[in-house]
């Protein structure tokens, strides 16, 4: 209970940060930042898409090592970390897909297209919407934890080809602005600011539903223990 | 090429979705409390 108060605690001063840096952001994205000439003010979901895709890739490689950590070490704490990120890099995948397909409409005209670096974002969606059913709906935990680390491990290596699907194949999907320098002084400025406000939100996330998990675990076993005195 | 439609719609459909996923959390939470406190008093009744 102790360490739920100091959690809960140490979360909320997390997400305050969290929240004065999100409305920094929305300042910089709403009012500082010019309008792109060729897209205009469409282009502004720049500023929540790239981050959002960022953290999501941020969250799989937090699955990946806690995968490796877990299989290691048979420690359930690791599975419950990877869990947890998976959870929220899925959140943020789904954010991306249905902002980029916002964006696609005015841009190119249509909703969908199977690009390669669409089709590889919507396999990766897939691949962790699996890892989160294997570990919910094995019939014994460990069995479940084993099975969705491994499927963590293999799943990353979408994460590196979502990245560079806009080098190694003819995309539609525009070309890394940001290392091009095709980005102004104030568009890198917004970037910036809003990766680092999402980052924060998905380390607050992050702690809170691990957290949470841990919880839900610990009252299971006194449940048990209970049950098993009586 | 003015589209505000399409930026609201993906600025909201953002919000909408966090909030949601925060707001599940906190009743969850909740409920890992009262869980607790249901617990503890099974444990003073022993």
Redesign the interface.
């Known amino acids: 209970?102790q360490a739920?108060k100091q959690n809960?605690r140490s979360v909320n001063g997390l997400l305050g940060l969290t929240f004065a840096l999100m409305i920094a952001a929305q300042f910089l994205i709403f009012v500082y930042v010019p309008t792109e000439r060729?897209?205009?003010?469409?282009q502004?979901?720049f500023y929540?898409?790239v981050p959002?895709a960022w953290n999501a890739f941020l969250a799989f490689a937090i699955v990946f090592v806690c995968s490796i950590l877990y299989l290691r070490s048979r420690d359930m704490k690791w599975d419950r970390l990877a869990r947890s990120s998976a959870e929220i890099g899925l959140?943020f995948t789904?954010?991306v897909l249905?902002?980029g397909t916002?964006?696609d409409?005015?841009a190119w005209g249509v909703w969908w297209t199977w690009d390669p670096r669409l089709t590889a974002t919507l396999i990766l969606w897939f691949i962790y919407l699996a890892y989160l059913f294997v570990s919910a709906y094995a019939t014994e935990e460990s069995q479940g934890a084993r099975y969705a680390a491994v499927i963590g491990i293999i799943g990353f290596l979408d994460v590196p080809i979502v990245a560079l699907a806009i080098v190694l194949w003819q995309t539609q999907h525009p070309s890394p602005l940001i290392f091009e320098g095709g980005l102004t002084g104030s568009m890198l400025l917004t970037l910036m600011v809003s990766i680092v406000a999402f980052t924060l939100?998905y380390l607050s996330?992050l702690i809170?539903?691990n957290s949470?998990r841990r919880?839900?675990d610990e009252?299971k076993k006194?449940?048990q223990y209970?049950d098993e005195?009586n | 090429m003015e589209n505000w439609g399409y930026l609201v719609a993906a600025y909201s459909i953002i919000w909408v979705a966090i909030f949601i996923y925060i707001f599940t959390l906190h009743r969850r939470q909740r409920q890992l409390r009262r869980e607790i406190d249901s617990l503890k008093e099974k444990l003073k009744g022993n």
């Open positions: 209970m739920l809960t060729t897209m205009g003010v469409v502004r979901i929540f898409h959002l959140l789904t954010l249905i902002t916002i964006w409409k005015p939100l996330l809170l539903r949470l919880d839900t009252i006194l449940k209970m005195r």
